[in-house]
């Protein structure tokens, strides 16, 4: 019988460490222009691609939208992406024409807008020897986000990899695969893909468990 004073096991167990969103704290020590402070002599940031870089260059530009239809202006984006054969660059180094990971943000005026500056990536063979379309990966950290989401970006114009992607068509709805490909513009003479990401509701972006 368990003495008046003894501990009992439940007493033992250790609590669970609070949470905490990315509040806007994460702004200031990775995306230091949009917090309004001066950029340091070599930033992370949204130029994944330098003029001189192999491939197809475009720009990527999006909004962050919330379960009421509201832009989120806080949001910040990582992308992972292969060059335009497909690789990865596993050594980051900003003096490199090209570098397989950048960061960019939604901002706080106007439309809110996310972009990145890259090339198109290659299809992406992998272990297994099926091939992924094209893609670029993003995690999207925000505030009420405790755990960053992730999700990718296909091309419309590459509807032929996209029929076969093994990710992609894991999801099955073909309405919800809708939400992770880019539609394609023409700005200014430029190639742009614009993709925007719904945190929750109507149209919710899909999101994956890697």
Request: aromatic share 8%.
């Amino acid at each position: 019988m368990q003495q008046p004073n003894s501990v009992g096991t439940h007493d033992l167990m250790l609590r669970e460490t609070a949470s905490q969103t990315a509040g806007p704290y994460v702004h200031i020590g990775l995306a230091l222009d949009v917090a309004g402070l001066p950029e340091r002599d070599e930033e992370i940031w949204n130029q994944l691609a330098k003029p001189e870089a192999d491939g197809e260059h475009i720009e990527v530009v999006g909004q962050v939208i919330d379960g009421n239809g509201d832009l989120v202006r806080d949001a910040l984006i990582e992308a992972w992406q292969a060059d335009g054969q497909g690789q990865y660059q596993p050594a980051f180094d900003l003096q490199k024409p090209f570098n397989s990971f950048g960061r960019t943000a939604t901002t706080a005026v106007g439309d809110s807008e996310w972009a990145l500056a890259t090339v198109k990536p290659g299809a992406i063979t992998r272990g297994d020897g099926k091939t992924m379309a094209p893609h670029i990966n993003l995690a999207v950290f925000a505030r009420g986000v405790n755990i960053q989401l992730q999700t990718r970006l296909y091309f419309e114009d590459e509807a032929d990899a996209n029929a076969v992607c093994p990710v992609l068509n894991a999801i099955e709805s073909p309405a919800r695969r809708q939400t992770l490909i880019a539609k394609r513009e023409e700005a200014d003479g430029k190639v742009r893909y614009r993709l925007d990401i719904r945190l929750q509701g109507d149209g919710e972006t899909v999101f994956f468990d890697f």
